[in-house]
């Protein structure tokens, strides 16, 4: 039987996950005889994949990690998600758009036309921050915070160096952050990694400090609405709006919304002071009444004050 090539790449795909998979369970998956996977394993083997065998009811096959990359064999998914991955390459905050290009470009020539003019289909606008982060920083920093060593590095507008204990490395709103322990001040920092720039040599190995949050994305999320140990807005209230749901829930960013009446709703949302919050309520330009907490009515009242001699002339 002569093995089907888009059998081959199912069965490639399917040892890639990087589990034992037994004979029966891939003929299973494939629609085909267990002799028929053992034939097709052997096949693979001959084109250079190191795919491991144990005998026994238990046995199975396994896809060994560490030999030389084989020639490239894609299915059609997996094509497409290289091809996507590539182009939103220069909108992650890495300064890879270039690479990727060639990547991509060298990915293309090795398609069958069928599929490259799939790929070449694929086109999409998106506007990458402002700020690129160097693959050698993300490379430098990601090495420290896997190997627990103690990071050296100068960071924008410091006058001297710095020495951290790197925990993890976070992506938020196409930024990337580098979560650590400051050993100058003693305390949790958060670092932009464009800001920063590693020192050579890595530092002693450090044993990781539980951080406050308990993970490393909660923090970056928690430091950002300016509180310190949870995900949560420091202030927090619930107003009546006189619009209708809708209307509200469009620009309601993270708060809860409910249906009061056709025309009100109750807007339940967070901000890092109680008049930021109030200005939040402005922004829908619709009569409002505070429900509570009383330092948001408080807040309120003086806010009002605050309106009020605005308007007047200087």
Do not use: N
Request: glycine share 8%; charged share 20%.
């Amino acid at each position: 039987m002569t093995a089907s090539p888009s059998r081959m790449l199912s069965l490639l795909s399917l040892l890639q996950t990087r589990r034992d998979w037994s004979g029966q369970a891939l003929a299973e998956r494939l629609g085909v005889t267990p002799r028929t996977v053992r034939r097709d394993v052997t096949r693979l083997r001959d084109l250079g994949y190191r795919i491991s065998a144990t005998k026994g009811p238990d046995g199975g096959y396994r896809l060994a990690a560490g030999s030389q990359m084989p020639p490239l064999l894609l299915d059609d998914e997996q094509a497409v998600a290289v091809a996507v991955a590539l182009r939103a390459a220069a909108t992650t905050g890495v300064d890879l758009e270039e690479a990727a290009a060639r990547a991509l470009a060298t990915v293309q020539q090795v398609m069958p036309a069928r599929l490259r003019h799939r790929v070449e289909g694929i086109r999409f606008d998106g506007v990458g921050p402002g700020a690129q982060v160097a693959p050698a920083v993300l490379e430098a920093v990601s090495v420290a915070v896997r190997e627990q060593r103690v990071l050296r590095m100068r960071y924008r507008g410091a006058l001297e160096g710095r020495r951290v204990e790197p925990h993890a490395v976070v992506i938020r709103a196409s930024r990337w952050y580098l979560v650590a322990w400051d050993l100058d001040v003693a305390g949790w920092r958060i670092f932009r990694l464009d800001h920063l720039e590693p020192r050579s040599p890595a530092g002693a190995r450090f044993v990781p400090r539980a951080i406050p949050t308990g993970d490393a994305s909660t923090f970056v999320q928690a430091r950002a609405k300016g509180a310190q140990t949870e995900d949560v807005w420091p202030c927090s209230g619930q107003v009546l709006v006189d619009l209708p749901l809708a209307a509200v829930a469009r620009w309601a960013g993270d708060g809860q919304v409910e249906a009061v009446s056709p025309t009100r709703t109750l807007l339940t949302v967070g901000s890092w002071s109680w008049t930021g919050l109030l200005a939040h309520v402005l922004k829908f330009d619709a009569p409002f009444a505070v429900v509570g907490p009383e330092p948001l009515r408080l807040a309120a009242a003086e806010l009002s004050g605050r309106l009020a001699s605005a308007s007047s002339p200087p």
